[in-house]
């Protein structure tokens, strides 16, 4: 029997699967760099942040379903080029985050296609997604929809031994797996 994975369009009603979907991807990203709550989430209080999305029209924020039920989400922003590049966008994959017990489905995949395809049809053909550096598990999966790395970011601390990450790798929570 298939089941059927769909991706749609959020609504504020879909703010309590939002959110927690968001903390989860929170804690995921946040085991792999300490920088990730503080400069590449959403700004706090997340519920705002994720009504901004919804309301501003170069923003697309999509939710992943199996058979209707919520179980990941996908976070795009329409960016423009320099100004030497009038008119050209980039359609920036900000975040993506599918629960750990609904991976290797297909909806992580069913999400980021519906993504590239709502941001073609208002003109973009240019796609950038933001991945930390050494988590494979993200390399992969955008590298399977045949995306390739253009740039990394280094960065230092003075506070928090320098640019180094805590952990290689997510440690999921106890009873999680
Ligand atoms: C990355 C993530 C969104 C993938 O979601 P998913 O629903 O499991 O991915 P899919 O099942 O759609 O897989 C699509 C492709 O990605 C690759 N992929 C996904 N999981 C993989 C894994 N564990 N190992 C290797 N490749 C993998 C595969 O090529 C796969 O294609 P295939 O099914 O034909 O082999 C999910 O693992 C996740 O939420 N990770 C934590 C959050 C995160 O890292 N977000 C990115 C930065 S914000």
Redesign the pocket.
């Known amino acids: 029997m298939s089941i059927s994975v769909t991706a749609r369009l959020a609504t504020s009603e879909d703010m309590f699967f939002l959110t927690d979907l968001y903390r989860k991807?929170e804690a995921?990203?946040s085991a792999i760099h300490p920088m990730w709550p503080r400069a590449d989430g959403l700004d706090e209080p997340i519920e705002a942040a994720f009504l901004t999305c919804i309301e501003d029209p170069d923003s697309l924020l999509l939710l992943g379903e199996i058979e209707g039920y919520p179980l990941?989400f996908i976070l795009g922003r329409s960016r423009p080029l320099l100004a030497h590049e009038p008119g050209v966008r980039v359609g920036a994959i900000q975040?993506?985050?599918?629960e750990l017990e609904?991976?290797?489905?297909?909806?992580?995949?069913v999400m980021r296609d519906t993504l590239m395809k709502d941001f073609r049809r208002t003109g973009h053909s240019l796609f950038d997604s933001?991945?930390?550096p050494g988590?494979r598990?993200?390399k992969?999966?955008f590298e399977?929809g045949g995306f390739a790395a253009r740039s990394i970011i280094m960065h230092h601390s003075d506070t928090e031994g320098g640019g180094r990450r805590i952990r290689a790798l997510y440690q999921p929570p106890p009873g999680s797996e």
């Open positions: 991807l995921e990203m990941g975040m993506v985050f599918v609904a991976r290797e489905v297909g909806v992580g995949e933001h991945v930390l988590h598990l993200a992969n999966f399977a």
